[in-house]
């Protein structure tokens, strides 16, 4: 099999401007409602793209964990790579993938941190494994041994019991979103995509040529 040769023709769906609402928050919503109703595998991975102070751009997976009005947030260590990225360059972009639909979705803007009692709330949801594993791992930082990791893990899990406390180095981030775009694929690689984007207080919408 050549690389070249592999393609898929996109026919399930159209998009067009009747279809789209005017806020882009309230179009995202239907359309993430509809990937989780068509049981899409994980409709909350997306992809985060980050640009050091270099301007080096790093992209990577992580999972949205709560959008509303103000934005789309994720959590991570604040002292992993993504983070150092951030406190360099506080833009980010966002990508959704959702391939059983034939969507896409991008989200482009500047990135803040959340409160603390929103990343306090969060991290008082996750599964033990998931606290523990917060305190445990020196996320992005190289280690010798997976060894060296399952020991912290068990130091952790030792010291700090059932009910751990957020670490003060671990909570959330928020994307505020100055540009949304959605694509449908469509047959012969002729795509349906529309872009908003944030002029002022208002958001202007476009069809984009495929």
Known sequence: MELADIRKDYKLARLDVSDIDASPFVQFEKWFTEAVNAKVNEPNAMTLATVNGDGKP?????????????????????????ANDIAAKEFAALVFFWPELERQVRIEGRVEKVSAAESDAYYAVRPLGSKIGAWASPQ???????????????????????????????????????????WQGRSSRLHDRFCYQLNGAAWGLTRLAP
Do not use: C
């Open 140 to 182: 992005s930082r190289a280690i010798a041994s997976r060894e060296i990791l399952e020991a912290a893990v068990e130091d952790a899990t030792a010291s700090l019991g059932s009910s751990p406390t957020r670490p003060p180095y671990w909570g959330g981030y928020r994307v505020v979103p100055s540009l949304f775009e959605f």
């Open 58 to 82: 790093t992209a990577r997976i992580v999972l949205i964990k709560d959008f509303d009005p103000r934005g789309a947030s994720f959590f991570t260590n604040y002292e992993s790579r993504k």
